[in-house]
């Protein structure tokens, strides 16, 4: 079975400033899906960044980027010029590309990040 | 914006209670699940729901649980008798297949007394 570890439970960041939180994952598999989900006090849970395990290019989107290490089964998030709507539990979670495996996410523990003015 | 709607968004029920929780998925997805999270907890797969039928359920997923999508449109997830253990946040989602993150709803708290 397939498990995501998220090491950081909170973390902290100026407001401007960068902050990466840390993911890794442990899987058989060869072809998979990541994510990153940003959960606010709402506790909606918003897709902030996918990435797929056969592209080796780090996908971007605006402000947050990923360091995806298949090798290594890391995957961290990078926040760029962090604002206060950044705050945020922060979920890293697995999904597999196998048909027929359901396409269940697998999820982290979770990071809560705290934006600091 | 597409989105997964969800009904109610806080239900309080006493123990034994049997509840059912709604959601309306997007209207092209194909595949449908059910989570949860219970306060302060990881996020949780309860089942997964494609093409009329269960696809997978985790060990969560026990007989007092189902689901179903008596329409095309509603997907529900019924608890036939509520433990207090079962409070919690349930979100449902829905995907295309492929590379595509899941669109989730805004979730049901459910409280159990």
């Known amino acids: 079975a397939q498990t995501v570890t998220q090491s950081q439970p909170e973390m902290s960041v100026q407001e401007a400033e960068t902050v990466t939180l840390s993911c890794t994952y442990d899987?058989?598999?060869?072809?998979?899906?990541l994510f990153w989900y940003k959960q606010p006090p709402s506790r909606q849970m918003i897709l902030v960044i996918r990435?797929?395990?056969?592209?080796?290019q780090n996908a971007t989107e605006n402000r947050f980027s990923v360091n995806f290490q298949k090798a290594a089964k890391s995957f961290s998030l990078k926040i760029s010029d962090s604002q206060l709507g950044d705050a945020a539990m922060y979920f890293c979670a697995y999904r597999s590309a196998k048909r027929g495996s359901g396409s269940r996410l697998t999820f982290g523990e979770g990071t809560q990040l705290t934006v600091n003015p | 914006e597409p989105e997964v709607t969800q009904t109610p968004s806080h239900q309080v029920t006493q123990m034994g209670q049997e509840v059912i929780l709604r959601c309306v998925p997007i209207?092209?997805?194909?595949?449908f699940y059910w989570y949860r999270q219970i306060l302060g907890q990881k996020v949780e797969f309860l089942v997964s729901f494609y093409n009329n039928e269960i696809s997978e359920k985790s060990e969560i997923f026990d007989d007092q649980f189902s689901v179903e999508r008596p329409d095309g449109s509603n997907f529900t997830l019924k608890i036939r008798s509520t433990k207090l253990e079962d409070s919690a946040m349930y979100f449902c989602?829905?995907?295309?297949?492929?590379?595509?993150?899941?669109?989730f709803g805004s979730g049901t708290r459910l409280t159990v007394v």
């Open positions: 209207s092209n997805h194909l595949y």
């Open positions: 989602a829905s995907s295309e297949l492929g590379p595509y993150g899941y669109t």
């Open positions: 899987t058989s598999e060869s072809d998979y899906y």
């Open positions: 990435q797929e395990a056969y592209k080796q």
